[in-house]
């Protein structure tokens, strides 16, 4: 696997091995603006997920690296060459939709070498690259076949198989995989992955599933509202996630309402936690105290960190058991507490118990409070 | 560092696209624009073509005739609307909801209005329900001469466009949602109002405006059976034809395109909304067995087919007819045209080259210009520009249309004017007078397709014109045919516009037929009438023989 | 593919081209008639010019008077027509008036009788043959009915034929104008809307095609329809219960002309196809059809027309009804049109 180095988002940098980069991309619909001045880099070779919900401008972006919708500002470079105002087909690039887009009427052969008989290659050398293309993504023996005669997750692969066939410098994914079925899914994801380490072709794929992102991307750009949030290994993002924003929607993470008490001190009520650092933050400022599920530990006897709650509801996740955690009180918080499942099994939680919650210092991040943004 | 710009010469697509659409755009100009703009323009002249403001509108209004006529006008285009919409719905809702035995016979007898010179269910109605005719007791004493006849002719002819939408509407239901209502132990009644209806209002809408509009529009039945029964169209027929006052007759014409672009609008911005609706998950929707129901659709189908057969079957049987009602044996006199019309059977001929070249080149411009207009992404501007252009002709009465044409074609300036008589001119202004309805079949289709194909092509570096050649185009070609078939058989049938066109050897059988009924010779208008329907059946009959044995060929890519 | 449709369409330009100049390639002079005579008078009429003008091929554009006149006015910059040949001698009128007719007299035209020829400034038309406004009265639906025949215009005012009569609407349809106006002629302005008055109560409808009222007489449709002699006579030879009758007070009546259309590309064969209007030869042949024609040595007698139409001829100008059409059309619409409610 190439070991690319972590960027920083929000700096525009173009270090001379720089594959793709994006300089100021604005884009807008009427009064709305979909991009907002969007600054990104992206080595050769590098798989990259574009990550948000609906709406939040990361197909948008897509579809401006491939120059199908035309930014309004800024410019976008590959290998160098500003292809800012190139049409699509200057770009060296191939695309796979979420509604696969095969050609209802060509064959799979065809449709594979569809890209290719416009390039007036012998006969010869489409069938044999065709055949070559097929066995990549595991359906040699299906090219008679028409796209309607094929399951969705076999369709996908020949839209990658199309995708790939005139071996363009950049892929890019759209929703690839969000029309197919879980098991589908999972299965492809895996397959996708381990092609492009092989092709080591550059890829960009745009999802809403984090866990997706999570699992297949090298580095993931997070977006909300048409603005990068963070740009970052999937281990950065999920474990030191810049803002409230990424850290609620790469995983999931409860938020505390807190007044900065010191610099590693944060109260809530009337308790105090200890938190490893409160960066820019001052003395008395409201905060948003944010806690993964996962780093909350149950555990017997009083202590620092620790909280008495009493367990509202269990939900059963297969490996574990989410809680639902509540201190009693006037102003009660609430609190997610996922639990192995083997710990359910020692301890037999029920609901209505009264327990003793650990917030590691570790754990506990603090963000800008959300009320009133 | 220093920025290279990409090879900018490889937008050769965008530069196609937009000389195809300039071209295209240009066409429409033409065809469309300039020819009504000859004729409206004349609206604020004089007859010495001197600029008189709104004099000539002011003149009009005070017409005390003008607001009768307006008001006529509405009425009446609602009132059809409001007959022929339920009924077609019923009739619809028995063809895709039911399963009701002959189903698909019951859908070809419902189109026979559309195969028919609007004469035709005039000289019917006159047969039937006329002073001599054998039913017309039934009318309680009404006459058949004025709004009662006006109504009944324009319900007719309107059934089978009211009933094609809502088809249409009625198969793109979701069987999901039944599925779910009847899980849930819904009541059928309660399933058809907050199911049926609601998915099938965009359909709905669009069937009461287009149903409007081409009452609003039509002169045909009105001059015939309406009397002195004012409406808009007749109003611009007496200025026109009766008076030769080719300013009033713009002054009406504009009028007429008031209500009539209204309606549009109105249902331009009903079915924008349209598009969220439908998912591309739906499961088509399967009828279940249903012994009561069907039969109580059949008994309505077999009532509103009677009718439309019992029109027809009127007007070929007139055919035959020696002399109506005094001499009603039978003989094939009628057929031997000579007799009545210098061409004979010349006009049929001419009709039905003229009809051939519309659907050919009618059907190469409107589905390509259709593609550009919705596929391509250059110049959003020129799009919607032509997108307009496309939708006008709906809104225009072929009188005004074709008058447009003499003076556009015929200017002393235009070198255009060596076609002028010829079928060229026919052929473009019919394609123009029924441009609207083949684009919007056009546009439908088009927009049923992935619009990631472009998307795919430009990723592959194939340009959208081979694109366009190996996919788009065989993946339409039954809507492809379909507009073929409906310009053929419209250019078969059509009167007001180019009865000002045609020249000494292109009079086309539809012009035949009334000049026939003019002198008298009802019969031998019928008969050829009668030609003109079974030519219509005929292609159509082709067209589904082709789509099921030819077509079928091309199209093993759609069989699971 | 696009080559291939480009070249269809050059084809198909071509082909419709060459069917309409198919004559030109025989040698002979087409020559484009505007008329709104009879569709089975074409043919003959065609015939015999052909027969006699040598090297001329007349070509036909033929549609009702209404429809012919507002074509041949919207084609006045560039005029198709190298003649008009049968066209009513109102709509040449206002044509002479545009100035679009040339200036020509055929050469037999001194011949003619007085009436049917042009009498302004220059000459430019020539009649053919008259046409009397008729009673087409239905005698079979009569009978049934037991009504008598009317002898006059005040008879159709008779309470016996309420809802039974039908006429064209003079806006719609010169025909209708021309019975308009020669009431107002015959009976004097006065009288003679009275008398429309009285006779609106007893109209069924106001057609607009001005062929029509006879036809639906003939057909039953209706009892009484106020038209054309050659209209009625031609729906009686074919079997129609009709008969036609002249009213006593006399009929308005309109002639079939001929002129050269100014700007004519074949002038010399337009002015020898004129010369041919005017001959005897020509004549007889409308007095196949026509009860009265312009040369005083034919006697013409075609099968069912009334007797004594030459007598019945009301004095009728033509210059009195062109200019004051606009006035008579607009109180007519006041009195009679703006009543919407159909009968």
């Not at chain 1, 609906?54 to 197909?59: E, M, N, Q, V």
């Not at chain 1, 390039?119 to 008679?144: C, F, N, S, T, Y």
């Not at chain 2, 196609?16 to 000859?38: F, Q, R, Y």
């Not at chain 3, 008078?41 to 006149?69: C, H, M, N, Y």
Request: charged content about 15%; proline content about 5%.
């Amino acid at each position: 696997m190439p070991n690319h180095a972590v960027m920083p988002s929000a700096a525009p940098r173009a270090p001379a091995g720089s594959f793709l980069s994006i300089r100021g991309l604005s884009k807008s619909f009427g009064p709305f603006q979909a991009l907002k001045s969007i600054d990104l880099e992206i080595g050769e070779g590098e798989f990259v997920c574009f990550l948000g919900s609906s709406g939040c401008g990361k197909t948008t972006l897509l579809r401006a690296i491939a120059g199908l919708d035309r930014q309004t500002s800024g410019t976008i470079m590959l290998r160098g060459l500003d292809v800012s105002n190139a049409p699509p087909s200057a770009r060296d690039f191939g695309i796979v939709f979420q509604s696969y887009a095969l050609f209802p009427n060509l064959t799979v052969a065809a449709n594979v070498g569809y890209g290719l008989v416009n390039q007036r290659k012998p006969r010869v050398a489409i069938d044999a690259r065709v055949k070559e293309l097929l066995a990549l993504v595991g359906l040699p023996d299906q090219a008679m076949k028409y796209p309607a005669q094929l399951s969705g997750g076999q369709q996908q692969r020949v839209a990658l198989a199309r995708a790939l066939a005139t071996s363009p410098g950049l892929l890019l994914l759209d929703e690839p995989l969000s029309a197919l079925d879980a098991r589908v899914r999972l299965r492809l994801r895996e397959e996708i992955r381990a092609l492009q380490r092989r092709l080591g072709v550059t890829t960009i794929m745009v999802t809403h599933d984090q866990e997706e992102a999570l699992s297949m991307a090298e580095r993931i750009v997070v977006m909300n509202h048409g603005v990068i949030e963070q740009v970052g290994t999937p281990e950065e993002v999920y474990a030191r996630p810049k803002t409230a924003f990424v850290a609620d929607f790469v995983g999931r993470m409860t938020f505390l309402p807190g007044v900065i008490e010191s610099e590693t001190l944060v109260r809530l009520g009337d308790q105090r936690l200890r938190v490893a650092e409160t960066p820019g933050f001052a003395t008395g400022e409201l905060v948003a105290l944010g806690l993964r599920p996962e780093a909350v530990r149950l555990v017997d006897g009083a202590g620092e960190n620790r909280l008495a709650m009493r367990i509202t509801a269990l939900e059963y996740l297969g490996s574990f058991v989410r809680a639902t955690l509540s201190s009693d009180g006037a102003a009660p918080l609430t609190l997610l507490a996922d639990l192995p499942f083997n710990v359910m099994q020692d301890r037999a939680y029920i609901p209505g118990q009264a327990v003793m919650a650990e917030l590691p210092a570790g754990a506990l991040r603090v963000f800008p409070s959300r009320t009133g943004a | 560092m220093s920025v290279e710009a990409a090879p900018r010469h490889r937008d050769r697509e965008a530069l196609v696209a937009t000389a195809l659409l300039l071209g295209l755009a240009l066409v429409l100009v033409l065809l469309i624009a300039v020819p009504l703009w000859s004729l409206l323009s004349k609206s604020v002249q004089n007859s010495n073509g001197q600029f008189v403001g709104l004099a000539n509108f002011s003149r009009y209004i005070a017409t005390p005739s003008l607001v009768a006529s307006l008001w006529n006008s509405i009425w009446v285009s609602s009132l059809v609307a409001l007959i022929v919409v339920p009924l077609a719905f019923l009739y619809a809702y028995a063809l895709t909801r039911s399963r009701m035995p002959g189903r698909g016979l019951f859908m070809a007898v419902a189109m026979t209005p559309l195969f028919a010179p609007s004469l035709l269910s005039a000289i019917s109605l006159i047969y039937i329900f006329g002073n001599q005719g054998f039913l017309k007791s039934w009318l309680f004493g009404a006459s058949i001469y004025g709004p009662v006849g006006i109504v009944i002719a324009e319900a007719v002819y309107c059934f089978p466009h009211a009933l094609l939408i809502l088809v249409t509407a009625l198969r793109l239901a979701d069987g999901r949602l039944y599925e779910v209502a009847e899980a849930l132990g819904t009541a059928k009644s309660r399933v058809f109002f907050t199911v049926t209806l609601p998915g099938a209002r965009y359909g709905l809408v669009s069937a009461v405006f287009v149903v409007f509009t081409l009452v609003i529009t039509d002169f045909g039945i009105p001059k015939v059976i309406g009397g002195q029964f004012n409406v808009l169209a007749t109003d611009a027929y007496k200025q026109i034809v009766g008076q030769q006052n080719f300013e009033m007759g713009a002054v009406v014409g504009l009028i007429l395109l008031m209500p009539a672009i209204l309606a549009f609008a109105v249902d331009r911005q009903v079915q924008k909304r349209q598009v969220a609706l439908l998912s591309a998950r739906a499961v088509p929707y399967e009828p279940k067995a249903n012994a009561k129901r069907d039969l109580a659709l059949l008994a309505f189908c077999l009532v509103i087919g009677g009718v439309l057969i019992g029109m027809l079957g009127m007007a070929i049987w007139a055919s035959f007819i020696r002399y109506w009602p005094y001499n009603l044996s039978l003989t094939l006199n009628n057929y031997d045209f000579a007799n009545f019309d210098p061409q004979g059977w010349g006009a049929y001929l001419t009709s039905l080259q003229m009809a051939a070249l519309t659907a050919i080149f009618g059907t190469a411009l409107v589905f390509m210009g259709a593609y550009l207009v919705e596929k391509t992404r250059p110049q959003p501007l020129l799009r919607g520009f032509v997108h307009f252009l496309a939708m006008l002709p709906m809104a225009v009465p072929g009188l005004v249309l074709g008058l447009g044409y003499v003076f556009f074609v015929n200017a002393k300036w235009n070198p255009l004017g060596i076609f002028y008589g010829t079928l060229v001119v026919l052929v473009a202004n019919t394609v123009a007078h029924f441009y609207t309805v083949a684009h919007i079949t056009a546009v439908t289709q088009l927009k049923q397709i992935d619009s990631e194909f472009e998307s795919v092509s430009a990723s592959l570096k194939v340009p959208f014109w081979v694109t366009f050649r190996r996919v788009t185009l065989p993946i339409s070609l039954p809507a492809v045919t379909d507009i073929a078939v409906y310009l053929f058989v419209n250019a078969l049938t059509t009167v007001s516009a180019v009865i000002f066109l045609y020249g000494p050897s292109t009079k086309l059988a539809s012009i035949a037929i009334v000049h026939m009924d003019e002198m008298g010779a009802v019969a031998a208008a019928a008969a050829m009438a009668t030609c003109i329907v079974f030519t219509a059946m005929a292609v159509k009959l082709l067209h589904l023989a082709l789509d099921r044995l030819v077509f079928a060929r091309f199209q093993a890519w759609r069989k699971r | 593919m696009k080559q291939g449709w480009l070249a269809g369409v050059a084809m198909g330009l071509v082909l419709a081209m060459g069917w309409s100049n198919a004559a030109e390639a025989q040698g002979r002079t087409r020559i484009t008639a505007y008329t709104a005579l009879e569709n089975d008078q074409l043919q003959p009429f065609k015939q015999a010019i052909e027969a006699d003008v040598p090297d001329v091929e007349i070509a036909w554009v033929r549609d009702s008077t209404g429809v012919i006149t507002s074509r041949f006015l919207a084609e006045k910059d560039n005029p198709r027509a190298d003649i008009v040949l049968g066209l009513a001698a109102t709509s040449l009128l206002l044509f002479e008036k545009l100035n679009l007719l040339e200036e020509y007299k055929p050469a037999g035209a001194d011949a003619l009788k007085p009436a049917y020829k042009d009498t302004s400034g220059g000459y430019t038309w020539t009649g053919m043959d008259a046409f009397l406004a008729v009673v087409c009265f239905n005698t079979a639906e009569a009978g049934k009915d037991k009504i008598a025949a009317p002898t006059s215009w005040m008879d159709l005012t008779k309470p016996e034929f309420k809802g039974k009569v039908v006429m064209p609407h003079p806006a719609s349809s010169g025909t209708g104008y021309l019975k308009v106006a020669a009431w107002l002629q015959i009976m004097g302005e006065q009288a003679g809307w009275a008398y429309m008055d009285k006779l609106h109560e007893n109209i069924a409808v106001y057609t607009h095609s001005g062929s029509a009222p006879c036809v639906q007489a003939a057909k039953g449709e209706r009892l009484v329809g106020i038209g054309f002699d050659m209209r009625g006579a031609r729906e009686k030879t074919q079997g129609a219960p009709i008969d036609l009758i002249l009213p006593k007070e006399g009929a308005g009546w309109d002639m079939e002309a001929t002129a050269i259309v100014k700007g004519s590309k074949n002038l010399a064969a337009a002015k020898k196809v004129a010369d041919w209007v005017a001959t005897k030869k020509a004549n007889e042949l409308y007095g196949k059809y026509y009860a009265l024609v312009a040369h005083p040595d034919v006697k013409s007698a075609p099968p069912n027309y009334p007797a004594d139409a030459e007598v019945k001829m009301a004095k009728n100008d033509f210059t009195w009804m062109a200019e004051n059409r606009e006035r008579i059309l607009a109180e007519w619409t006041k009195r009679y049109d703006s009543k919407a409610a159909p009968r």
